[in-house]
């Protein structure tokens, strides 16, 4: 499976951004402009003429070969989903041992009609993107066929050299915070009241006689904290031990017994969690908080707040993929919220953490209309997504399979028998694991209409 796409505006940003750094790189040209002499009815001489001087920035490439290339990374994007959604093989890797992304196939009538150019200014543009390394190759098929274009790595999802630099990976996430005056305790990362909780009741629940030896220790929590230790009682003796079965007990006490022995504490947070969140903060902090200046004890506290609040202090049982998933889940709600501020100029954004208030920071879960509000933008996105990909399945599906009725559609759909292009769109249906896409390409596969 290859790696996991990024967003269509992390990556279109990306793109944007390489652009903007390669015409900034380009030298200065000088521009001249003559203005003729203002003269009136009378022949006499307003302003007299001049030469002004100035320079441009030239641009590295035409604006529409800069559109030309955010429509050849949406097609991108399509095939790297459609690939890790079929499971298909990722393919050899290429020479430095990366895996390489799935080729497109365009043709220059599918981009001029969008754009409202000619052919020739497709392939044009296609050469410059090449020079400006966003398509790593080009593979040429006639003027029949299509084009076979291959996108650089980065604008499909996340790689080593384009990588979030951030200083964060010296901090340690909810580090305790010594001498903060603020009005209510903080919470320390790591350490939770159920775990205190949990920790304080194991001596309580005790029996006496089952109370442990001075010399044992109970586990120390995660942050050093043993915790108040369970006084022991006069050791029973053993004559007294052998007649106090489990009969001779009370009933709730020898249910209590039967229980299960308690859980051992929770183990420390691991690499990629700690990873998850760093980088986490470092992305919204980048595209949320840009025009803020953190210091550390911030920092620390932010990561604390993005640790219980957006996380769930990893309580829940999901695998470690699962979790990734999660991640970049969350990063593009970051992009959600990043595209409203944008939509919205006069609005802001409370603190990460909570200031005064318990709960009312951006990330606590406690905030109803902070960052937790943005999972239901999250759901409805990812349902328009949904129909989109249910219809564009269903219309291609529609449109090979009347082709091939008609003997209008291409040789390659042509070279296919009835039932192999009937089994190939309903195994690309099946896929979307929706029984209303289901059911509509049973009617269309009957000739119908959906």
Wanted: hydrophobic share 40%.
């Amino acid at each position: 499976m290859l790696p996991l796409p990024l967003t269509l505006a992390q990556a279109r940003r990306r793109w944007h951004q390489d652009y903007e750094t390669q015409c900034a790189a380009l030298p200065l040209q000088l521009r001249c402009r003559t203005h003729r002499a203002k003269v009136d009815a009378e022949g006499r001489v307003l302003a007299p003429a001049r030469t002004e001087r100035y320079y441009v920035q030239p641009k590295a490439a035409p604006a529409t070969a800069k559109n030309t290339m955010s429509e050849l990374i949406l097609l991108g994007l399509r095939a790297l989903e459609r690939r890790n959604r079929e499971g298909l093989d990722p393919g050899p890797a290429g020479a430095d041992g990366l895996p390489q992304p799935p080729s497109i196939s365009v043709n220059c009538k599918q981009l001029a009609g969008r754009f409202s150019m000619s052919a020739r200014s497709v392939r044009t543009h296609l050469d410059l993107l090449l020079k400006l390394g966003a398509l790593t190759a080009k593979a040429w098929h006639g003027t029949r066929a299509d084009f076979e274009l291959w996108i650089n790595p980065k604008y499909l999802w996340q790689t080593p050299e384009n990588a979030v630099e951030s200083d964060l990976d010296r901090l340690q996430i909810g580090a305790i915070l010594q001498g903060e005056q603020t009005k209510f305790p903080l919470s320390v990362a790591f350490e939770t009241l159920e775990t205190r909780k949990l920790e304080t009741s194991q001596g309580e629940k005790l029996l006496p006689h089952e109370a442990p030896a001075p010399e044992r220790a109970t586990p120390a929590t995660l942050t050093g904290n043993t915790g108040p230790q369970a006084e022991a009682a006069p050791a029973v003796p053993a004559s007294e031990k052998a007649h106090a079965g489990p009969r001779r007990l009370p009933r709730a006490t020898a249910r209590q017994k039967a229980q299960a022995a308690p859980t051992a504490p929770p183990a420390g947070p691991t690499r990629e969690q700690k990873q998850w969140v760093m980088s986490l903060w470092a992305y919204a902090r980048q595209q949320l908080y840009a025009e803020v200046a953190f210091d550390e004890a911030q920092h620390a506290r932010a990561q604390n707040a993005i640790w219980f609040g957006v996380f769930g202090a990893f309580r829940a049982e999901l695998s470690e993929r699962e979790w990734g998933l999660y991640h970049q889940q969350a990063l593009e709600r970051v992009d959600l919220v990043a595209d409203w501020l944008k939509r919205h100029p006069g609005r802001f954004l409370p603190a990460p953490y909570a200031e005064i208030v318990l709960g009312r920071g951006y990330f606590d879960r406690e905030n109803a209309q902070g960052f937790a509000a943005t999972e239901e933008w999250l759901a409805q996105k990812m349902l328009r997504r949904h129909d989109y990909h249910v219809a564009t399945t269903l219309r291609r599906a529609g449109a090979e399979l009347r082709g091939w009725r008609l003997k209008t559609a291409s040789r390659r759909v042509l070279a296919l028998t009835a039932s192999q292009l009937y089994h190939k769109h309903l195994k690309k249906v099946q896929a979307l694991r929706d029984p209303r896409a289901l059911e509509k390409f049973y009617l269309i596969a009957a000739g119908g209409k959906a």
